[in-house]
């Protein structure tokens, strides 16, 4: 069971990582240097229905994978411990990335103009780095590379 959850999850942050990736290295570029914010969400209508699939899939073994590493819930965020430092860190990155995601979901691609893209950018940005933080966190629980 471990095995598949865990392929689960990095499958789904392949998706995840690698669209924002996409989106803030390639789309978001000729995005703002055309002020077209119909690119954008041709993109991000595209992204979304594999996009938020995988992120829940990822919260949801990511769960499962961090009670099977700390199974005590009261300890996740108890930075004394190296891999429930991880953990912690990982719920604070998902923190952040749901900040993003619902700042921009309710209020910026609602109303999306080209003066809005800016402010979009200003989301995207952060979230690709965040994304990329995931992955280097969820590596570090196998190489060590924080504790």
Excluded at 4 to 15: E, N, S
Excluded at 108 to 116: A, T
Aim: charged share 15%; hydrophobic share 60%.
């Amino acid at each position: 069971m471990y095995g598949a959850m865990l392929l689960l999850h990095i499958l789904a942050a392949t998706i995840w990582t690698g669209g924002h990736l996409v989106l803030a290295i390639a789309i978001l570029p000729r995005v703002l240097r055309e002020r077209s914010p119909a690119k954008l969400l041709e993109f991000e209508s595209a992204y979304e229905r594999i996009g938020i699939p995988s992120l829940v899939v990822q919260v949801a073994t990511g769960l499962w994978l961090a009670h099977r590493m700390v199974p005590e819930l009261s300890r996740w965020l108890a930075f004394g411990d190296p891999v429930a430092s991880l953990v912690g860190v990982k719920l604070l990155l998902l923190a952040t990335t749901v900040a993003f995601a619902l700042d921009a979901r309710l209020r910026l691609i609602p109303r999306l103009s080209k003066q809005d893209l800016g402010a979009l950018a200003w989301h995207i940005v952060p979230v690709t780095i965040v994304s990329v933080l995931f992955v280097v966190v969820g590596v570090s629980f196998r190489t060590g590379w924080f504790y």
